[in-house]
């Protein structure tokens, strides 16, 4: 069905930011519910913001008021805007595509924060 492929990872420095990009392909992803999740080395898998078929929005507490999550209908791709990242914020970042049952992951996309 959607095969997501993620972008916009990398190298930050304390405070800066980044936009994290995951585009879909395969299908329209208009009916999924849309997820950003992280996971660092020795960690769980966790919750970074979700955006439902409605748009609405929810975002683990650490990560309110410095992410924004969205998504470009017309180009099937949601997205991940990070501001003032903290070193913690280092992590793989997956993209998920939730609908019932089905689940879709991306590939992810490493984010490093560091001076």
């Known amino acids: 069905q959607v095969q997501l492929v993620e972008s916009g990872g990398g190298l930050v420095q304390p405070g800066g930011s980044l936009r994290l990009s995951c585009a879909a392909s395969g299908s329209t992803f208009s009916i999924y519910d849309m997820g950003w999740y992280r996971q660092a080395p020795g960690k769980e898998r966790e919750l970074v913001a979700y955006i439902t078929r409605a748009g609405s929005t929810r975002y683990a507490d650490s990560m309110k008021g410095r992410f924004t999550i969205s998504r470009d209908r017309g180009k099937n791709t949601v997205y991940l805007q990070m501001n003032r990242v903290k070193p913690e914020d280092t992590a793989v970042y997956y993209c998920?595509?939730?609908?019932?049952?089905?689940?879709?992951w991306g590939q992810g996309t490493q984010v490093t924060v560091s001076s």
């Open positions: 998920c595509a939730e609908r019932l049952s089905d689940t879709i």
